[in-house]
């Protein structure tokens, strides 16, 4: 299913709607403070992640495919 590495999560194979669903299900059972980090394939949509991550004001930094989400708070789940 997902490929876990020490909080690095293999998104890759994985399309929407079903690259969003799994995307939350690990934030949402994520119960520390330390940085998440997503990888997604080349050509992965992934508006609706970072509207989310917007919406519920998330820290996160995005580059060559690679998520890190790096500022939680159970609050905003």
């Known amino acids: 299913m997902l490929s876990e590495i020490t909080n690095m ?3 890759t194979q994985f399309v929407c709607p079903q690259l969003f669903v799994q995307f939350k299900y690990i934030l949402k059972r994520h119960d520390t403070n330390e940085a998440l980090v997503f ?3 080349d050509n992965a949509q992934i ?3 970072l509207r989310y991550l917007e919406n519920h004001q998330l820290q996160y930094s995005y580059k060559e495919n690679q998520l890190t989400v790096s500022h939680f708070g159970k609050e905003h789940f």
Do not use: K, R
């Open 47 to 49: 508006n609706d992640v």
């Open 9 to 11: 999560y293999d998104l």
């Open 39 to 41: 990888l997604f394939a």
